[in-house]
Nanobody, 124 residues
Framework: QVQLAESGGGLVQAGGSLRLSCTAS????????MGWFRQAPGKEREFVAQ????????KYADSIKGRFSISRDNAKKTVYLQMNSLKPEDTAVYSC?????????????????WGQGTQVTVSS
C-alpha cells in the first residue's frame, strides 16, 4: 500500500496562491488515480479535485473550478494542487489520497490510501 505525504501548506492572504505537493513512497504510483480533499473545522471532508492514473483526465469541485489545478508527475511520484485566487473559505486541512489501481472516474469510496494532511489558512 502506498504511503502519502503532503507539503506546501501555510498561511496566505486572500487572493494569493499556494502549491501543494503529495509524494508517494512504498509502492507504485502511476497506476493510481489521485485526489485532493479538504476538511474545514466543524465540517465534513469534501472532494476538491482528482486526476486519472495517466493524468489525462481531471475533475474538480464546483467551488474551486477555475482557481485550482491538479497535475501529476509520475516519474517523481508526486501529485500537485496549484491553488490560485485563494479565499478565506478555502481554509482547511488538505489531504491527498490514492484510489484503487486503474479505477475509472473514482468515487469517494475508491480512495483507500490517505496522507496526514497539510493546513492551508487564508486570511482576509
Amino acid at each position: 500500500q502506498v504511503q502519502l505525504a503532503e507539503s506546501g501548506g501555510g498561511l496566505v492572504q486572500a487572493g494569493g496562491s499556494l502549491r501543494l505537493s503529495c509524494t508517494a513512497s512504498g509502492g507504485p504510483f502511476s497506476i493510481y488515480p489521485m485526489g485532493w480533499f479538504r476538511q474545514a473545522p466543524g465540517k465534513e471532508r469534501e472532494f476538491v479535485a482528482q486526476i486519472s492514473w495517466s493524468g489525462g483526465r481531471t475533475k474538480y469541485a464546483d467551488s474551486i473550478k477555475g482557481r485550482f489545478s491538479i497535475s501529476r508527475d509520475n516519474a517523481k511520484k508526486t501529485v500537485y494542487l496549484q491553488m490560485n485566487s485563494l479565499k478565506p473559505e478555502d481554509t482547511a486541512v488538505y489531504s491527498c489520497a490514492a484510489a484503487l489501481a486503474y479505477a475509472v472516474n473514482a468515487s469517494f469510496s475508491d480512495f483507500r490510501s490517505w496522507g496526514q494532511g497539510t493546513q492551508v489558512t487564508v486570511s482576509s
